[in-house]
């Protein structure tokens, strides 16, 4: 018989009742340490009284109002974002599917109301994940994704990750814009080098057009940055941003330039609940924090940490370990076993990890993270790679 909840998860059997910081507690009080956050969502830790303050404050006061009228709350999280950032304008909404969403209807809007209605390709790469909905999954084009949900949506051009020659030959008069995360998440971590991401940017100007960047999952101070693409120097035509940028509530955003946004006009797109008073007043406590310049240092220096103590894992449990990877508070570290059964090892030292693609287990930890619960992390991970590693001969 089908559970109650579709079983579209396959769920390890923990039931946490309670967060604080960067712990999540079960009924019987059991501690875990909270490497995963949601999958990057929980940026300032779990029940942090800022959040708290503006959420409950805003839920006394007005829950929901429809986008025919104005919301102060989403005027000023806007207003912060475009301070802040490379963009002249944003749209939220309450994922990162949504937001997906819009980014591909706004690029090729933008083509259409320029008179080239015939630019509507997207190129994406492999191990990219942008989403569940029909679009995002044909972005994504993984077997694994698409299976038994066609037709597939067309329109999305597939290309292997760092191959040049490859991307130049897929350029042509009908394509619209390049999607590509500055950090692979679910691809397993993959960093698009500083000098990829600067050519991509030159190329797009160079074919006309359009860079979107997905920060999602890498974007919200994750790497160090407020958003991964600033380290590189260049900035995209529109990116999606959702997962840390609400903390816990649901909150997505797709931010872009004048030119890239001048197709959606009155009556081009929409949303109930996108930019909820709720939402937005969560986010703009959330950005509070993440855009100031020591809160990132902490991101960086607890990163700079937990990488070189993840590099003597490696060293110490080579049999487990393979490598590591990663920017910032997006870390990860390649195993020899099934990632699945190191997360599963980590669970029973009171460790929460997540795994993905290409044989890697994620350390997606709050950037609140302190020095002292980064070496925590490392000693149960040892402890838990010790459980797997094979006994000497
Ligand atoms: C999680 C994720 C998404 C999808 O976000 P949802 O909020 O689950 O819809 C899209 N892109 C990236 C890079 C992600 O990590």
């Known amino acids: 018989m089908i559970a109650p909840v579709l079983p579209t998860y ?55 109002v429809s986008n025919l009228y104005e919301i102060p709350q989403q005027e000023a999280l806007a207003a912060r974002l475009v301070e802040t950032t490379f963009a002249d304008t944003v749209f939220f909404t309450n994922s990162g599917t949504e937001s997906c969403e819009l980014a591909v209807k706004m690029a090729r809007k933008r083509w259409h109301d320029a008179g080239q209605p015939q630019k509507t390709e997207i190129l994406t790469f492999d191990g990219c994940f942008h989403g569940r909905s029909s679009a995002a999954i044909a972005a994504s084009g993984a077997p694994k994704m698409v299976d038994g949900f066609g037709p597939v949506l067309p329109g999305f051009t597939h290309l292997p990750w760092g191959d040049h020659d490859a991307l130049h030959a897929a350029i ?63 900035t995209p035509d529109i990116m999606m941003v959702a997962k840390g940028i609400g903390g816990g509530f649901p909150l997505g955003a797709v931010l872009a330039t004048e030119a890239a946004a001048s197709g959606m006009v009155a009556g081009t797109h929409g949303s109930t609940y996108g930019g909820n008073p709720l ?72 460790l929460i990890t997540v ?39």
């Open 10 to 64: 396959a769920r390890a059997p923990l039931h946490f009742v309670k967060g604080e910081g960067s712990w999540l507690i079960e009924a019987d009080g059991r501690r875990f340490l909270d490497m995963g956050s949601g999958i990057a969502v929980n940026a300032l830790g779990h029940a942090h009284p800022d959040l708290v303050a503006a959420l409950t404050e805003q839920a006394g006061r007005l829950w929901h």
């Open 279 to 350: 939402g937005c007043a969560v986010g703009l406590a959330v950005l509070d924090h993440v855009a100031d310049p020591s809160f990132l240092d902490n991101v960086t220096a607890r990163g700079a940490q937990l990488r070189d103590g993840l590099q003597a894992l490696v060293t110490a449990h080579p049999h487990v370990f393979d490598s590591v990877r990663g920017l910032g508070l997006m870390l990860g570290i390649r195993t020899r076993c099934a990632p699945a059964d190191m997360v599963r090892a980590g669970y029973d030292q009171g």
């Open 355 to 393: 795994p993905a693609a290409d044989n890697i287990v994620r350390l997606l930890p709050p950037l609140t993270l302190s020095a002292a619960e980064a070496d925590e992390a490392l000693r149960r991970l040892d402890a838990a790679a010790a459980t797997l590693a094979p006994e000497p001969a």
């Open 172 to 234: 042509t008069d009908t394509t619209a814009a390049i999607l590509i995360e500055p950090v692979q998440g679910e691809g397993g971590i993959r960093v698009l080098p500083e000098q990829c991401l600067k050519g991509l940017r030159a190329l797009c100007d160079e074919k006309g057009i359009l860079l979107i960047l997905d920060e999602v999952q890498c974007g919200m101070g994750r790497t160090g940055r407020l958003f991964a693409h600033e380290r590189a120097g260049v």
